[in-house]
């Protein structure tokens, strides 16, 4: 499921941010992605994976790595 899961983040990533690419760690910032979309980000993958990413947890997500590991511990807790 790891792969699969870190492909569909990278597809929202890349949707949101409407840019082909999302490498693995390089940080957002360097892909011009701002606060806002940063937010948006975090509400669909909210959505797609239906789990909740509290507001301390967002300085934690970085990078598509940093986004991976995070959903990938909620949905491990929540099975």
Do not use: W
Not at 11 to 21: N, T
């Amino acid at each position: 499921m790891s792969s699969a899961l870190k492909n569909k983040l990278r597809e929202i990533i890349c949707e949101v941010a409407e840019i082909d690419e999302v490498p693995d760690e390089t940080p957002f910032q360097d892909l011009g992605i701002d606060s806002m979309m940063a937010i948006e980000i975090v509400a669909d993958v909210e959505r797609t994976y239906q789990l909740s990413i509290a507001e301390d947890e967002l300085e934690s997500i970085t990078d598509l790595n940093s986004v991976h590991a995070l959903v990938e511990e909620k949905l491990a807790a929540a099975a």
